[in-house]
């Protein structure tokens, strides 16, 4: 469960490359600027030049050299979002503008601790997500297509074709991914297998994490293996405790197959943790089944059936299985 010191490095050089990425953008920008903007550049030597030599009357004993230094500062930037707004451009445009700004992209934050980017990561090492990238480059709203299912006959259960009532679903989860920022929400899919309830969530998934949502997925089989092992190995490593924090922490926990596991009363228990936790932290969760509601009550207890249906938008899949039909 540990991550190996070769997953750390991999991890460390994908922060490092970032923190390249984000410098080289800066510099571009700054360089676009100054060609634009050439009284931008003179502005900022002034800063420098002020400071240098505001230091040195500051050492000569001048008390109010930092005062002026402050007002000389705060009026040059001053100018300089007023250039900036003349082109077009954000007053931060010159800045440094990370891809995880809690984290400066450097993995750890102030206090020391990994952030939840690098949480993350490692869950993609520990549980074999290195692939998750590429099955979310293949199945995602873009390439979501509506040929696999039938549009000839009616489906009872929802008076209109499977493929007419797929467009409705598409539509209520790019609603879900689209305001999941402001909104979040909890989703459970029931439906037998082949039926979309995979790619549907991979869906999801993609839109939040090009975001930079911190989503978690995981089968019910691996979310088990951690509570199991974070609840009975006495010396637990520190892998193990951080993955268990996020799990509950996350913005959005997808478990995937739930019913496919060995279920018990530890599973049922650790279940209805999980869930409550989420749901007491206003934090997101996706579950798929392909056990219907009445299923779920008789295996994973009652309490886990309720919190369903009082927190969670239930979406039925129909159809045939369209893993016959590619
Ligand atoms: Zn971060």
């Not at 420098?48 to 050299?65: F, I, M, P, Q, Y």
Request: with cysteine.
């Amino acid at each position: 469960m540990a991550l190996s010191n070769s997953q750390y490095q991999e991890i460390m050089r994908g922060y490092q490359a970032q923190q390249l990425k984000d410098k080289h953008e800066q510099d571009r920008r700054i360089r676009e600027v100054y060609e634009r903007l050439p009284a931008v550049r003179e502005l900022d030597q002034a800063v420098s030049t002020c400071a240098v030599l505001r230091a040195k009357e500051l050492l000569n004993g001048d008390k109010e050299a930092l005062k002026r230094l402050r007002e000389e500062i705060g009026d040059l930037r001053e100018q300089k979002r007023f250039l900036l707004a003349s082109k077009g451009y954000p007053a931060d445009f010159m800045e440094m503008h990370y891809r995880c700004p809690d984290c400066e992209d450097t993995g750890y934050m102030a206090d020391g601790k990994k952030c939840h980017c690098f949480l993350q990561a490692q869950i993609k090492y520990l549980y074999a997500q290195s692939n998750l990238e590429s099955v979310l480059q293949r199945e995602n709203f873009d390439t979501f297509s509506y040929q696999y299912f039938d549009d000839q006959q009616i489906e009872p259960a929802v008076g209109m074709t499977v493929a007419g009532y797929m467009r409705q679903v598409y539509r209520w989860c790019k609603g879900f991914a689209d305001e999941f920022g402001e909104k979040g929400g909890n989703l459970l899919f029931t439906g037998a297998t082949g039926r979309g309830k995979t790619f549907l969530t991979n869906c999801i998934a993609k839109e939040l994490i090009d975001h930079y949502h911190s989503v978690i997925y995981l089968s019910a089989h691996d979310l088990f293996e951690v509570f199991s092992k974070y609840r009975f190995e006495s010396r637990s490593e520190e892998e193990l405790k951080d993955t268990y924090q996020f799990i509950l922490e996350c913005e959005l926990l997808i478990i995937d197959d739930l019913g496919t596991e060995l279920n018990n009363s530890f599973t049922s228990s650790q279940l209805f943790f999980c869930m409550n936790q989420r749901l007491l932290a206003s934090r997101s969760t996706i579950i798929s089944t392909n056990l219907s509601l009445d299923r779920l009550r008789d295996e994973y207890t009652d309490r886990v059936a309720s919190r369903i249906i009082s927190n969670y938008t239930v979406i039925p899949l129909y159809g045939g299985d369209m893993r016959l039909k590619l």
